[in-house]
């Protein structure tokens, strides 16, 4: 499907596993709740978050998962400046409408967490929940290990790459994702105690396919964005989702979202890193499910 100025969008779908043609007793089934859910990726993901909630997701509703301009299968933006995570609510709505408008809760891990309450900020007909996973109102650059480590040297990584985009596109593209696993063992940024490298694998070699001078810049956009003026104003459910030693985004972003949405919860995940969907994702799923019954009762 198109974006509004043209870009080719991938979304995959899987119905909810009752209105699915499978070889088991109807009466087993349960009856599907009458939502969408669909997921939204963290920069430079591709949906390998999403690997166990997504079955785990459609055995109550139908689920859809949409890559953003520039990644995964989606085509690089036609308009290069459309980057930011307005242009990423504005290509939400645009994929919620192509699966027809129905009532959704919106997952974001991630920057997916700003994308989804841009999303409720400016395109709310039909949300119906959101779910803020290992994530952040705002600011990005500037909560990095706690500190605004990011902010001081993202202007000037980006002014040497863009004299030289060529040169940083091609030792981006040709980083070992073994190595980098292990560079994140080593700098505690996942959890050494529960990640499974198969399933940091597909992230960490589909990142340096993501063209590096468009990642500096959306990142740039994204430390630049906040919903902080507007979190006061959810009035639908919110399920916050922490991961205690989060290094990207600090549990403390978590807590203070939750304190300042009304009605909103917290699952804050002992010993959770960055990737907590995939470090614990029975305790992750279950609480998810649980959310969405409650969301398709109210």
């Not at 299968?73 to 409408?97: E, F, G, M, N, Y």
């Not at 409720?120 to 706690?146: A, D, E, P, Q």
């Not at 529960?194 to 990142?207: Q, S």
């Not at 399920?239 to 807590?255: I, M, N, Q, R, W």
Request: hydrophobic content about 45%.
């Amino acid at each position: 499907m198109d974006a509004e100025d043209g870009t080719r969008l991938f979304i995959q779908t899987m119905p909810a596993r009752g209105r699915r043609e499978e070889p088991f007793p109807v009466s087993a089934a349960r009856p599907p709740l009458d939502l969408e859910a669909i997921f939204c990726d963290g920069i430079l993901c591709d949906g390998f978050i999403w690997k166990y909630l997504w079955n785990d997701v459609a055995e109550l509703c139908d689920v859809a998962h949409w890559h953003y301009r520039g990644h995964g299968r989606s085509a690089a933006p036609v308009d290069s400046a459309r980057i930011d995570i307005a242009a990423h609510a504005a290509d939400l709505k645009t994929v919620r409408d192509d699966l027809g408008d129905r009532p959704v809760v919106l997952i974001g891990h991630s920057m997916g967490t700003q994308v989804v309450l841009e999303e409720w900020h400016r395109y709310r007909k039909n949300v119906r929940g959101l779910v803020l996973i290992c994530g952040s109102f705002g600011k990005v650059t500037r909560s990095f290990r706690g500190m605004p480590l990011l902010d001081l040297i993202l202007p000037k990584v980006m002014d040497i790459v863009e004299k030289q985009p060529d040169i940083f596109r091609a030792i981006w593209s040709r980083i070992p994702p073994e190595m980098a696993f292990k560079a994140a063992l080593l700098a505690r940024d996942v959890d050494p105690s529960h990640v499974r490298m198969e399933d940091m694998i597909p992230y960490l070699k589909h990142m340096t396919h993501v063209d590096f001078p468009m990642f500096l810049r959306m990142l740039r956009a994204a430390g630049e964005h906040s919903a902080e003026d507007f979190l006061a104003e959810i009035d639908v459910p919110v399920l916050v989702v922490a991961g205690e030693k989060d290094t990207f985004t600090p549990a403390s972003l978590s807590e203070s979202m939750v304190e300042r949405i009304p009605g909103a919860e917290l699952l804050m995940v002992a010993g959770g890193s960055h990737v907590t969907p995939i470090e614990q994702p029975e305790l992750v799923g279950e609480r998810i499910r649980a959310f969405l019954e409650r969301v398709s009762a109210t």
